[in-house]
């Protein structure tokens, strides 16, 4: 497999040397473990194979200064986010990470590992979280287009509502002015049935009042 090494990395390497395929392993215990922790980097030039391995030189405080300020410059090259999930300042801080672990490994071979394991459960759980992000924006995209959907079903819903309103609006309109009307034919009806009987009570009261006069005259003595 051909692979280059990355020219930007902020570990720190060995210079390249051929790798001859009948060297044998003399390198020391610390050495050991740094390529067990961060494994050398292999890749092809033509037909032979280089590897790189990273330095066994211990660092000095300026070189930890450089190291911060290189980091910070290469955040900025790379516009990195400050906030929120980033793959490039992960990348960075991954490397970073890595170059404290051949600094720790070297003054302390047995601390190397342990923060190989620190590092490893960090970036478990930031792949937990990147899982739950990630599941959380499909789910809010989902969401929004359910709303979107519903939101132009209930726009159908009311202009159908609206629609319906005004036809019992009109029928109610006309339901009230057929009972208005026959509320007022009813009233004239029974005006004038009012007026008939009251008529017929008149006639009645007339008829009975010209009876009563002549049945007196019919039986009264006669002189």
């Known amino acids: ?11 720190m390497p060995l210079p390249p040397r051929p790798k001859s395929a009948s060297a044998e392993a003399t390198e020391w215990e610390n050495e050991e ?25 211990p660092c000095t405080r300026v070189d930890v200064v450089n190291l911060e300020e290189l980091l910070d410059t290469k955040l900025q090259q790379r516009q990195a986010r400050q906030m929120g999930i980033c793959p490039i300042r992960r990348e960075l801080y991954s490397q970073w ?56 079903d209930m726009g159908k819903k009311i202009l159908e509502l609206e629609n319906e309103k005004q036809d019992l609006q ?16 009813e009233a004239e009806k029974q005006q004038v049935e009012e007026k008939k009987y009251t008529e017929e009570i008149l006639f009645l009261k007339r008829t009975n009042q010209q009876l009563q006069t002549q049945l007196k005259q019919i039986t009264a003595p006669k002189t």
């Open 1 to 11: 497999m051909t692979s280059l090494p990355p020219a930007d990395s902020l570990l």
């Open 170 to 185: 009109k029928q109610l309109k006309e339901q009230k002015a057929e009972s208005d009307a026959a509320e007022k034919r």
């Open 97 to 152: 990470f890595d170059e404290l672990i051949r600094q720790v490994t070297i003054n302390c071979a047995e601390r190397g590992p342990l923060l190989l394991q620190v590092q490893k459960e960090i970036q478990m759980t930031i792949a937990v979280y990147q899982t739950l992000y990630e599941s959380s924006v499909a789910f809010g995209m989902r969401k929004t287009l359910q709303a979107e959907e519903s939101k132009g």
């Open 33 to 57: 473990i740094l390529n067990v922790i961060l494994p050398p980097r292999e890749w092809m030039e033509g037909n032979q194979l280089w590897v790189q391995q990273v330095s066994s030189t």
